[in-house]
């Protein structure tokens, strides 16, 4: 298989490590800055806070984003955290992204989850495989 892991042949298989951005205030200096910035906000599973060039803030989830060929062509969508319908802003209205302090999912992967049962089930606590609730 050449250095590939073959999963039948593991017990765990390696995850995707997630880029710790929780507090990172990007700078927006560039149009690639600002892109790679959206692009991370998109992947990430917490709130963002967008100020905008008209002195606007919006903070909520990103849930998309549309890549187009300009600034003006491309937008991402939030979801807003204060429950407000779904809003959309061109990327060329942004002027600075923040992102949340505080990631929901992070210490959430699998081999958390495998590393708490195992420990639960060595000090003799009941170990379910029940999912946690979610907070």
Do not use: C
Request: glycine share 8%.
């Amino acid at each position: 298989m050449d250095g590939q892991l073959n999963p039948d042949q593991l017990e765990v298989v390696p995850g995707f490590e997630h880029e710790r951005l929780q507090g990172w205030v990007p700078s927006l200096a560039t149009e690639q800055d600002l892109r790679i910035a959206l692009e991370k906000a998109f992947d990430y599973r917490g709130d963002v806070t967008i100020a905008l060039k008209d002195g606007a803030i919006v903070e909520g989830y990103v849930y998309d984003r549309r890549a187009g060929k300009t600034l003006a062509d491309s937008l991402v969508r939030i979801l807003p955290a204060d429950g407000t319908p779904r809003v959309n802003i061109p990327y060329s209205e942004i002027a600075r992204l923040v992102f949340s302090e505080r990631d929901p999912a992070a210490g959430k992967s699998w081999e958390a989850w495998v590393r708490k049962y195992w420990e639960k089930r060595g000090k003799g606590e009941t170990a379910s495989i029940e999912a946690e609730e979610l907070r």
